[in-house]
């Protein structure tokens, strides 16, 4: 394979780079999925420094055109998601933001007395709370997971039998979001994605979406409260503001 990179006093040396890597990922040089070369063989075939290499890599790593799997290298990803619509509209964010189709939910749910955290997070003291935990799965593999916090007032307020588990994951997957008339979105990035995932690793990276949500019906204090966890390199958070 021969690359040339020339150099310009109007480009940034790892701009130029990052142009003909764009390039060459979008022509099919380097097919989707595919590995591209180790970083010390792509920056002798380029020209450039590992420094400057790793400038465009870093770049195309934001754009989402490649992802990097830790003891193994650099690979294509698939193209850029299709989706249309983001966090703008009140949904449900795992499904709004992550590229894979999710196949299966794995959950689990306890009731217990309400932490310091648990009543700063809903606003007011409740007599108890349901702390679930959501484990979305792509063929087998988990790619996201999701804490929700629902005080014990909610659970009776809208009829729900704990008993049957059916109904409760019906309800915190679909039915919370068509009964809340406002919600609040806080993102952040945190580190701490498979520490508390409890023993249902993500990913291979340590770098994840931290979406905050507070979902509200007609009250100051939240109907139910959710930390989801998407690891980055799944995950495309857009918005679609529109007047």
Known sequence: MDINIIDT??????VTVYNKLFKMINEGTFPKNSRLPSEPDLAKTLGVSRSTLRQALALLQDDGLIKNIRGKGNYITKEISPKKSGLEKIGHVVYKCLDHKIDTI???FKIQPPSDYFTKILGKKSVATVGIDRWYMCSGDTVAYTFTI???????????DLNDREELLKFIEDKVYTECTDALVDI??????????????????KQFYLVEEGLYKNSKYPIAFNKHYLPMQYANIKFHPTK
């Open 106 to 108: 794995e959950f689990d």
């Open 150 to 160: 629902i005080p014990i007032e909610a659970i009776s307020t809208f009829n729900l």
């Open 9 to 14: 006093a109007k480009e940034l040396r790892y």
């Open 188 to 205: 952040k990035f945190s580190t701490a994605g498979n520490f508390v995932t409890k023993g249902h690793p993500i990913s291979c990276e």
